[in-house]
């Protein structure tokens, strides 16, 4: 069968490329913007991949198209679909049917969390032997790629409540018909299609609505917003988990996170010593242990395993360090993810100086549905960069005044990062945090650095 995927260079859309090669299908596919890594990978597969998005990309008239969600009315190659009866399917409508209805799956849904959860969660089944598919919203570093089919009987999958295409405006998770599914957390997000925290749930519950009662849900014991969620109903086994409280409990052994005791319902499981930073890691650590379980996995035979875990790109990612000062880059698209990032690497670097890029990239935080909370999510930063660009709704000025001298902003990315190579010394450590490509701004403030010196 011949596919034409519109939206193909998103990590999701991409991944659904991937897998469509592996299943034996001839894929083409349009975006708005086509650059690397993912362009890259596609091409490797033998991909076809077409800037824009014209009518002409889908002609010769492919079998099916499969619409990505950032596509919507008025778009030429949508409105020439339309007009034309082109049959058509969204992306996670087509992995439901076409990957997943043979497999058992494991879908990691959450505010936060959901890629490093799920990159890990894959990590442990492959540790145990079982050659679990995978479709995760990054590049896990154990894997190198995003997606795969693979020949064990699980599937692991990223599962966002974003809404599925322009024509189904359902969540993506509804769409899995998981046997087994986390809960990590749940907060207001997405302001651009909830308008309140409770329409979130609504949607969670649709997927609590899904599990079969031979199933099992592993959920968050510290989050009373998910508590509200299966209080609406719910009709599969629950086993909880959290720091010192739920079914499955962590007791940190060094505050950043990076040593913890595991036990279930009283009983111990061992301890996890590995890379990653902060509680909320170790919380995605015990979600993961807990689902593996859930597929049959003794949890005890997988501690070894946390060691050997490599995160996926870019959450707080190393990418680099000159003269004694290391930046990194960070996914962050929310308040309280940006605060407990911060407050792991506070915890594990001391008194050393943290500064911080950032750019507000996702729709909320570009409308400013999270203004008021991002000073205090800030708190551990000793100096903040924020970029604010003239298309930015609101006025940034608000966080960086709430800094209290901390926090000034930066009308463009090469003034930011002139602003952080001011204030850099030798030993700091320099966070460039947003969800978006930043115009490659943590690499860029590497090679600036380059050619000068620091100070102590």
Not at 268 to 289: C, I, P, Q
Not at 353 to 367: F, H
Not at 412 to 426: E, F, H, K
Request: net charge negative.
């Amino acid at each position: 069968m011949r596919l034409h995927i519109l939206g193909i260079c998103g990590t999701f859309m991409g991944g659904i490329a991937a897998l469509a090669r592996e299943l034996g299908h001839e894929v083409t596919g349009s975006d708005a913007n086509v650059y690397p890594p993912m362009s890259d990978q596609l091409r490797a597969l033998g991909i076809t991949l077409q800037e824009g998005y014209a009518a002409e990309h889908l002609q010769p008239v492919p079998d099916l198209v499969i619409v990505g969600n950032a596509l919507s009315r008025g778009n030429p190659a949508i409105e020439y679909m339309l007009d034309a009866r082109l049959p058509y399917i969204s992306g996670p409508q087509w992995l439901g049917e076409n990957v997943l209805r043979s497999r058992a799956v494991l879908a990691v849904a959450g505010t936060h969390g959901k890629t490093t959860t799920t990159g890990l969660l894959a990590h442990l089944l492959e540790s145990a032997g079982g050659n679990p598919g995978f479709l995760v919203g990054g590049v896990p570093g154990n894997f190198g790629v995003s997606a795969r089919l693979a020949a064990g009987k699980q599937f692991v999958i990223e599962a966002d409540e974003y809404d599925t295409a322009f024509f189904d405006k359902r969540s993506k998770f509804v769409h899995y018909r998981p046997n087994v599914a986390i809960l990590n957390n749940l907060e207001y997000d997405h302001a651009d299609i909830f308008p309140d925290v409770a329409a979130i749930q609504r949607q969670f519950h649709h997927l609590v609505r899904i599990v079969p009662g031979n199933g099992r849900l592993i959920v968050n014991a510290e989050d009373e917003r998910l508590r509200e969620v299966l209080a609406m109903g719910c009709w599969t086994p629950v086993e909880t988990f959290g720091i010192e409280v739920g079914d499955w409990r962590a007791e940190l052994l060094e505050a950043d996170g990076s040593a913890f005791a595991v036990s279930r319902k009283s009983e111990s499981v061992g301890e996890v010593r590995w890379n990653l930073l902060g509680r909320h890691n170790v919380m995605n650590a015990l979600a993961a242990l807990a689902a593996a379980n859930a597929a049959g996995v003794s949890p005890a035979s997988l501690l070894p395993a946390f060691t050997e875990f490599s995160n996926v790109k870019r959450r707080m990612e190393l990418v680099g360090e000159v003269h004694g000062l290391r930046v990194y880059d960070d996914f962050a698209h929310h308040p309280t993810a940006i605060a407990t990032t911060l407050a792991g690497l506070r915890a594990k670097v001391g008194k050393a100086r943290i500064l911080v890029g950032m750019e507000p990239r996702s729709n909320s935080m570009r409308a400013g549905a999270h203004a008021a909370e991002l000073a205090p999510s800030l708190r551990d930063a000793d100096a903040v960069v924020f970029l604010q660009r003239p298309e930015l709704k609101w006025d940034a000025q608000r966080v960086t005044d709430a800094l209290q001298g901390r926090g000034q902003t930066a009308p463009d990315v090469g003034t930011l990062i002139g602003a952080l190579a001011g204030q850099a010394r030798a030993g700091d450590h320099v966070v460039f945090m947003s969800n978006g490509g930043f115009e490659n701004a943590p690499r860029r403030f590497l090679d600036a650095l380059s050619t000068s010196k620091l100070t102590a």
